[in-house]
């Protein structure tokens, strides 16, 4: 078992930055891949981004260039560095974890990862 801890959300202007992080308690996270997923309001979950316990990411398009997703496995806690903020990324961003010990992430679906934060609000303004 695995607890999530997701923090770092707000209120930014367009073209801002924020930085989330997710601790995680329980287990070492080292045995396992991390995911960001987000959720607007009328919309499904969606992927953002997935590390792997090496540090291999997968980032979903409208992420890359301006979403960086790290870990730091001696803190437990995984990271996504937003640039560039749109109000189009506005939602809930929620960690999830899964057991996975390859080196690419593949697992886009929520329905792969067992485990979920309770979610921070992220808010752009145009």
């Known amino acids: 078992q695995v607890q999530l801890v997701e923090s770092g959300g707000g209120l930014v202007q367009a073209g801002g930055s924020l930085r989330l992080s997710c601790a995680a308690s329980g287990r070492t996270v080292s045995q396992y891949a991390m995911g960001w997923f987000r959720q607007a309001p009328g919309k499904e979950r969606e992927f953002v981004a997935a590390i792997s316990w090496s540090g291999g990411t997968t980032y979903v398009d409208s992420a890359k260039g301006r979403f960086t997703i790290s870990r730091d496995n001696a803190k437990n806690t995984v990271y996504l560095q937003m640039n560039s903020l749109d109000p189009e990324d506005t939602a809930v961003y929620y960690c999830?974890?899964?057991?996975?010990?390859?080196?690419?992430?593949?697992?886009?679906?929520?329905?792969?990862?067992?485990?979920w934060g309770q979610g921070t609000q992220v808010t752009v303004s145009s």
């Open positions: 999830a974890a899964k057991v996975f010990f390859g080196k690419v992430v593949t697992a886009r679906s929520p329905s792969e990862y067992g485990y």
